[in-house]
């Protein structure tokens, strides 16, 4: 069964950072590519950031610059770094694994990131 669990949302200042972390757990990590979502209140899910092959990170226009997508494949865990954070960051993260050669994704249940003063 794979289960991903998020972890290192919460409330911060403007210009200021957090990194989230995503352990997976039932999947064979190094076969497998992941990445982040966010979904702001009021608005459809998009795309952040991805890894792929372990080595290829991608990243949404939004983001690019502030934000580090990276993993240990040792701990399972995926790890998204937020720097320069906006106020438009504000969303719910959602980390996703999705098995090389296949189309399914599985999700976590999400983490809060909040960026007020």
């Known amino acids: 069964q794979v289960q991903l669990v998020e972890s290192g949302g919460g409330l911060v200042q403007p210009g200021g950072s957090l990194r989230l972390s995503c352990a997976a757990s039932g999947i064979i990590f190094s076969r497998t590519d992941m990445g982040w979502y966010r979904q702001a209140p009021g608005k459809e899910r998009e795309f952040v950031a991805s890894?792929?092959?372990?080595?290829?990170?991608n990243y949404a226009d939004s983001v690019k610059g502030r934000f580090t997508i990276s993993r240990v494949v040792a701990k399972n865990t995926v790890y998204l770094q937020m720097n320069s954070l906006k106020p438009e960051d504000t969303a719910v993260y959602y980390c996703?694994?999705?098995?090389?050669?296949?189309?399914?994704?599985?999700w976590g249940q999400g983490t809060l990131v909040t960026v007020s003063s």
């Open positions: 890894i792929i092959s372990g080595v290829i990170a």
């Open positions: 996703y694994a999705q098995p090389r050669g296949s189309d399914k994704k599985y």
